[in-house]
């Protein structure tokens, strides 16, 4: 061992700007130099470095970088600029053979410095300015939020612990006891049991080197893997469990649907490979190359993610309706698979598939697959100023639409939505925001977007007011004002029937984006609300 000793911290330092994290001048120079001398500390980060490598080798996506350059506006990034990224990505996106080259015993030093010298030294100039609404834990490539957190304490190493409701960014991420669930922007849900060791790689991939962790994944977010010392598990599909021991053995169980569990060769390709159905267990042992069938078992338990209800003031109903609203609609007033309108003489709300009234008034959205909307009786044609008020909570990130305006008589298409986003390979831009869209003529294709700057927060009741004040589309979440945009200036309103929850009411329907969680407090009016109403409402005043 050298004289210094082998530093943990000063490792995951060095690993974290590896990946992507902020790092002084000051902190740069003096790792740059220990990775110099130190002969073990630099054998050590390789170790590191060779195992994200080997992570990128079990699944080698498309590459998407040069698509991602042309929707974010920077195809015309000098070199420089692009330096770094260029680096990252060329490491993602060698194929296997190289992979194995590079990792060869006498050239994996060399090579590994090398970058990362290239990495710290050739840094660019000004980050690109991130979204308001956002925490100190923030970076550019924001991953998930941390949703919950059970009597977590934070290893001594982790520089940023996290907070319940804050975003995650791709690095390190170690605790000593407790539990915690991280919702991916993908639809991912993430549950980690310490004492934990684990680096947060990327939207599709975590390295565990110790830990217990359950992962439920949502249709579309399919090939999400944990990677453990020598071996990975990928998801086809399915809910799984993976803990890892001190020594490298993993033990892995699928609760649902199925998952590959493979052994890692040197070069990071899958040597040996082994599908998993439900109720199926293996035992990975990388250092004597084994694996084999135990039986099943629950490694972790799946906490309860229940929505809390939703605690209003006693007079709510009556503010509401002292501001004049078009239609009212509570879960409290359901009757005969129809909600009551509180407003005088207007059209009631039909409840559809298996929508459940909740004690405290909300309206629960279940995962199942029958379609699930309220819908309005008749059509409304709003005027050139109208609001959409209501509150909700989803259960975790997905496309998911709350409300929607669709042209009458049906087939013409869509005039106005209010939906929620989740990360989404084909669209990568804004995952984890709601969005409020104006289609003029009603269609499927085109329109005016305006998305929220800060996150919406899985879980957790949030009121939000999207409106229309002439040539403007504004947002309002939580009472606070978090965006807007002008519209082209030739958009006209058109009769249109009103749902929730749902995009269409077609069981068959590939694009349905059905709503999960719960919807409360529905309002609809032919004016664009104050700001000091909205704030009232959503009980800031």
Known sequence: MSEEGLDSNELHELLAAWLGGEISEERRVVLLARLRRDGEFRAAFVTEVRTFAMLQAVQSPEPRWLRLQDELGLAGANESEAFESRVRVGLRSRPRPFVAAWWRPLAASAAAV??????????????????????????????????????????????????????????????????????????????????????????????????????????????????????????????????????GRAQVVVYQGKAEASLLAPDGSPRRTQTLSAAQSVELDPGQGTMRSISPRELLAAPALDI????????????????????????????????????????????????????????????????????????????????????????????????????APPGRGDLVMAELTRRNPATPLRPGRVRFLYRWPPGGTDGVNLYSAPLYIPYRWQHLVCQRRGSVLEMYLDGQFVGETSLQGMEQTIASTLRFGRLNEDALSGNARQFQGRLAELAVYERALAVEEIRGHAGLE
């Open 308 to 407: 809390a209800p939703l605690v209003l003031a006693s007079d709510y109903p009556q503010r509401i309706l002292a501001a004049k609203p078009r239609h009212y609609w509570r879960g409290t007033d359901a009757e005969g698979g129809r909600l009551r309108d509180l407003v005088t003489g207007s059209a009631s709300l039909r409840v559809a598939g298996p929508v459940q009234t909740m004690s405290d008034g909300s309206l629960r959205f279940t995962d199942s697959g029958e379609p699930q909307y309220l819908r309005a009786d008749g059509e409304w044609m709003p005027p050139d100023e109208f609001a959409i008020e209501l509150w909700f909570a989803s259960a975790a990130f997905h496309n998911s639409v709350l409300a929607v305006l669709q042209s």
């Open 114 to 247: 090398a970058v990362i010298f290239a990495v710290l030294f050739f840094r660019r100039g000004p980050e690109l300015p991130l979204p308001t609404g956002g925490d100190a834990q923030e970076s550019r490539e924001r991953l998930a939020v941390a949703v919950r957190l059970d009597d977590v304490r934070w290893d001594g190493a982790q520089e940023h612990p996290l907070l319940a409701g804050g975003s995650v960014a791709a690095g390190p991420l170690r605790i000593s006891a407790g539990r915690l669930t991280l919702a991916y922007f993908s639809g991912v849900s993430v549950h980690v049991e310490g004492p934990a060791d684990l680096v947060l790689v990327g939207p599709e991939r975590i390295l565990c080197r110790r830990g217990n962790l359950r992962a439920k994944i949502v249709e579309g977010a399919e090939g999400f893997t944990i990677e453990t010392p020598g071996a990975a598990i990928v998801d086809l599909g399915t809910e799984f469990g993976v803990k890892v021991e001190t020594n």
